[in-house]
């Protein structure tokens, strides 16, 4: 993939906190992240890992007790970091990034009808009016996929069904003509069968109007479908970055061990899960070292003591963990992970790129 | 081989509605199954498919229209005396979903646990709860102190053993777990998931595991059965249902798995349930076991498709 190369947006170092109740929280904890013009991301974490203020803050759109401490956002030439004002920010907001949120019940108008609710992003990022937007309205639901859409334009949400909310929701994030579409978790909220349609529509608009995707999700089975790249995040910070088969099947982080390994896919039926004992840090106090050091039964002692840089694997893949310096003891990944090693290095024989395809 | 199993909960029948009589809604149509003693039996179909009708039916907060629900071979389902209620009340309990909405958050973790034994009939002395209400909290990985915190001190992984506990200490032989872990984090889920099992192990539970989520029902349940609005379309042990699935609606609901495997989940070839594909006019659908332990609703031409597709696969 050769429009791999140029970085659309570009985050560097970026420090974000929030004071509530006089407390401090580090929610995004020195993150560096690039987006490649038309790939898909996916950024994959636990709920509280900040992912999802992550995302907020691409379209400043955190609440007013949340500020950037330092860091930079690199957009078009501009620093979306440094950006205070509303009106600032509408320049960005739907018309260069757009986002698909989680449950489309909430995020829809019950009391306007959903062909007003397009209309309204129409008449504001593309300046159509009248009849042409009315046109312009059903043209776009009848993209994603929704049937008879003169008719369905002047009925309401409740009158929709979740996946195709869903599917509205997408049609007025698109009626912007973004460049980049954000999706907060946009299946979690609906069934496995409409789930599927729904990534499948949203790839089917990426490719159409050549968008960079950034997906949210904790389910790395949709990640495994949908993905060119995968950022791992725990505690505010991201701890392994890759490609697809890279981070699925070459993970180096403990962190990404333990999640491939919890999973109840991998399981044997009779025996116990792989379990991540205790839960993720209080980001209220400060982490010192590896912010999964006190969950890792492998944990080393410098692990609590310093952070760990970035150590690069390849030049795509990197992760934040001591196991990768030289000097680190060998330790072994579970069981779980070392068949899937064994499953990536059969397909590297055979070509690496077949995940990527 | 089923024979030789015990049978503890019964479902004959059972049809739950709602609204007026005049214009009923029909959220579980004529529902058949039994649930052996110590197994997990799984529950499966998308949102309004009725798989949570059933649940609250069993635990009699729905009210069954027709039909009888039997547990341990005594009816549970339409009017019981006091007693009987006690003890049915008593011998089924429910783990919810979602475990940041079904906690009290005004009342402490000790009295959301030991609400059930403020119940009549129970005879205990304050000491008595407090000790029982420390081993429950015990049994579930939590320290006996929670007991006097509120929820809101407690992660999502901790409310749901919270949940957990209220229905244990009530002694329960039969546990409904709806959706038990789909509000949960993927490293918590793991975590609950053990211990259900562990507890089972231990005490000889029954479950029945409501969910949406196949790849968890499959590692977790013994029998599956899949729901479709109102209907039980096909039954039979997990590995069975995995292996050959009959009726296009299960075969679209385990093509959609999503599987943590980038090559397996984009060369999945997707298939979509349309119900009109049934021509159910004049040959009405019957359920059928068509093989040892596994049930399937059709009609006679669609039976003879499946027991072909049966034979070939053997």
């Given at each position: 993939?050769?429009?791999?190369?140029?970085?659309?947006?570009?985050?560097?170092?970026?420090?974000?906190?929030?004071?509530?109740?006089?407390?401090?929280?580090?929610?995004?904890?020195?993150?560096?992240?690039?987006?490649?013009?038309?790939?898909?991301?996916?950024?994959?974490?636990?709920?509280?890992?900040?992912?999802?203020?992550?995302?907020?803050?691409?379209?400043?759109?955190?609440?007013?007790?949340?500020?950037?401490?330092?860091?930079?956002?690199?957009?078009?030439?501009?620093?979306?970091?440094?950006?205070?004002?509303?009106?600032?920010?509408?320049?960005?907001?739907?018309?260069?990034?757009?986002?698909?949120?989680?449950?489309?019940?909430?995020?829809?108008?019950?009391?306007?009808?959903?062909?007003?609710?397009?209309?309204?992003?129409?008449?504001?990022?593309?300046?159509?009016?009248?009849?042409?937007?009315?046109?312009?309205?059903?043209?776009?639901?009848a993209e994603v996929g929704i049937p008879d859409p003169q008719r369905r334009a002047k009925q309401y949400p409740h009158e929709f069904s979740g996946g195709m909310r869903q599917r509205v929701v997408i049609a007025i994030a698109m009626a912007c003509r973004p460049k980049i579409l954000i999706c907060d978790e946009p299946t979690t909220a609906l069934d496995v069968t409409i789930q599927a349609q729904i990534l499948g529509l949203i790839k089917q608009m990426q490719k159409k109007y050549d968008l960079t995707t950034i997906y949210i999700t904790h389910d790395l089975g949709v990640v495994a479908n949908v993905a060119d790249r995968i950022a791992v995040m725990y505690a505010g910070d991201i701890v392994e970055v890759g490609s697809c088969a890279e981070v699925f099947y070459d993970p180096r982080h403990p962190y990404t061990w333990a999640l491939l390994s919890s999973l109840p896919q991998l399981g044997v039926k009779g025996e116990p899960l792989y379990s991540i004992e205790g839960t993720p840090p209080n980001l209220f106090h400060e982490v010192r070292g590896d912010a999964f050091a006190p969950r890792n039964p492998q944990a080393l002692k410098i692990d609590f003591v310093k952070r760990p840089p970035m150590f690069a694997v390849s030049p795509t893949h990197s992760a934040r963990t001591w196991l990768l310096d030289p000097r680190a003891p060998k330790v072994e990944p579970p069981e779980h992970i070392r068949v899937l090693r064994e499953k990536g290095r059969a397909l590297k024989l055979t070509g690496e790129g077949t995940a990527n395809a | 081989m089923p024979d030789t199993r015990k049978k503890l909960l019964e479902l004959d029948h059972v049809r739950v509605q709602f609204g007026k009589k005049r214009r009923p809604f029909v959220a579980v149509k004529d529902v058949s199954f039994d649930i052996y003693q110590g197994e997990t039996f799984g529950l499966v179909g998308e949102s309004g498919s009725g798989k949570t009708t059933i649940g609250r039916a069993i635990i009699r907060a729905n009210p069954v229209a027709a039909g009888e629900i039997r547990f341990d071979g005594r009816r549970i389902s339409g009017k019981l005396s006091a007693q009987e209620d006690r003890q049915v009340t008593r011998d089924i309990q429910m783990i919810f979903q979602d475990p940041m909405s079904s906690l009290n958050e005004r009342a402490k973790v000790g009295y959301i646990v030991a609400e059930g034994l403020y119940a009549p009939g129970h005879h205990l002395t304050e000491d008595q709860r407090r000790e029982k209400v420390a081993k429950a909290l015990s049994d579930v990985g939590l320290l006996p102190e929670f007991a006097s915190r509120f929820p809101h001190e407690f992660s999502g992984g901790q409310r749901q053993r919270i949940g957990i506990a209220r229905a244990l200490i009530m002694e329960p032989r039969f546990i409904v777990a709806d959706e038990p872990i789909s509000a949960l984090d993927m490293s918590i889920r793991a975590q609950v998931l053990n211990l259900l099992s562990a507890l089972q192990k231990e005490r000889g539970l029954t479950y029945l595991f409501i969910a949406h989520d196949l790849s968890v029902v499959r590692f977790i349940c013994d029998r599956i059965a899949v729901i479709h609005k109102g209907d039980i379309v096909e039954l039979a042990e997990s590995e069975q249902l995995f292996a050959h699935p009959l009726h296009p609606y299960t075969r679209a609901l385990l093509s959609a798995i999503p599987q943590p495997d980038p090559i397996a989940e984009r060369s999945k070839k997707l298939l979509v349930y349309d119900p009109a594909c049934h021509d159910y006019t004049q040959d009405k659908p019957v359920w059928c076991e068509i093989e040892p332990g596994h049930f399937v609703l059709g009609n006679q031409k669609e039976l003879d498709g499946y027991r072909e597709s049966l034979a070939k696969a053997h």
């Open positions: 993939m050769e429009k791999n190369d140029s970085v659309l947006l570009s985050i560097q170092d970026l420090n974000f906190k929030f004071t509530l109740r006089g407390q401090v929280l580090h929610a995004i904890r020195g993150i560096s992240l690039d987006v490649y013009k038309g790939e898909s991301l996916a950024i994959v974490g636990e709920s509280g890992s900040g992912k999802s203020v992550l995302v907020k803050t691409l379209m400043g759109l955190n609440d007013q007790n949340g500020y950037i401490e330092s860091g930079k956002i690199l957009y078009n030439g501009q620093d979306l970091a440094t950006f205070t004002t509303d009106k600032q920010w509408q320049a960005i907001r739907g018309r260069e990034i757009a986002m698909v949120l989680q449950d489309p019940m909430t995020s829809l108008n019950p009391l306007k009808t959903i062909g007003w609710q397009i209309k309204e992003a129409l008449e504001l990022h593309q300046n159509l009016h009248g009849a042409a937007a009315d046109a312009a309205v059903c043209e776009l639901l | -």
